[in-house]
């Protein structure tokens, strides 16, 4: 069965170091999306992305936040300089359509900042 | 805005116990999605079900059931026979009808199954 996947599995990073996370979204999915989960609290949407643009964003992702499509396949967040808050867990999701398809998660980037 | 709560930030019961997880939600839009999803110790997050808002009829998968009743902007979820492997997270989310259609996660409620 198809999946979403992500790359790396945990990250350490620095204080004000830029970092990207890597996601290969299912292969005939449109839509795709970052969510953000600090530990122990709830998921967190981050950005939405379709069609080489972004469809929508929440007051998270500021200025420090961009996303790309480099090529066919990868998804990548990118954070230009990393603050300790930024420590949580990332999830790449992706949905067949969009508007009314079910958003399947891959397993997440724990990414922890020092 | 939209807004998920649940209200059971844990549960704990005994194997075999059957158990409700419980979610209301808000929102202004006449049209939505209500989703679950299972956060295992691994840390991934497992789709459950999703449910439109003009289809009220509960839905029954295995040991699983979902009763959503739109009077009282609830979509809860029950266990029966609960067992070990069903400890996990569980997020109730709910999405709008439009492009982008981004999730609105609650709380998430923590099920310890003990045997």
């Known amino acids: 069965e198809p999946e979403v996947t992500q790359t790396p599995s945990h990250q350490v990073t620095q204080m004000g170091q830029e970092v990207i996370l890597r996601c290969v979204p299912i292969s005939n999915h449109l839509y795709f999306y970052w969510y953000r989960q600090i530990l122990g609290q709830k998921v967190e949407f981050l950005v939405s992305?379709?069609?080489?643009?972004?469809?929508?964003k929440s007051e998270i992702f500021d200025d420090q936040f961009s996303v790309e499509r480099p090529d066919g396949s990868n998804f990548t967040l990118k954070i230009r300089s990393t603050k300790l808050e930024d420590s949580a867990m990332y999830f790449c999701?992706?949905?067949?359509?969009?508007?009314?398809?079910?958003?399947?998660f891959g397993p997440g980037t724990r990414l922890l900042v020092l | 805005a939209q807004k998920v709560t649940q209200a059971q930030t844990e549960i704990s019961v005994v194997e075999k116990e059957d158990v409700t997880l419980d979610c209301v939600y808000e929102t202004r839009d006449t049209t939505y999605y209500l989703f679950w999803y299972k956060q295992p110790p691994s840390g991934e997050l497992v789709f459950l079900i999703r449910?439109?808002?003009?289809?009220?009829q509960n839905e029954i998968s295995g040991r699983y059931s979902w009763n959503f009743q739109k009077s009282t902007s609830s979509f809860n979820f029950t266990i029966t026979a609960s067992q070990v492997v069903d400890s996990a997270v569980y997020f109730c989310a709910l999405s709008r009808d439009n492009a982008g259609n981004m999730l609105t996660f609650g709380g998430g409620t923590r099920l310890m199954v003990k045997p």
């Open positions: 449910r439109n808002s003009f289809d009220e």
């Open positions: 999701a992706s949905t067949h359509v969009g508007v009314q398809e079910t958003q399947y």
């Open positions: 992305f379709y069609n080489n643009e972004i469809s929508e």
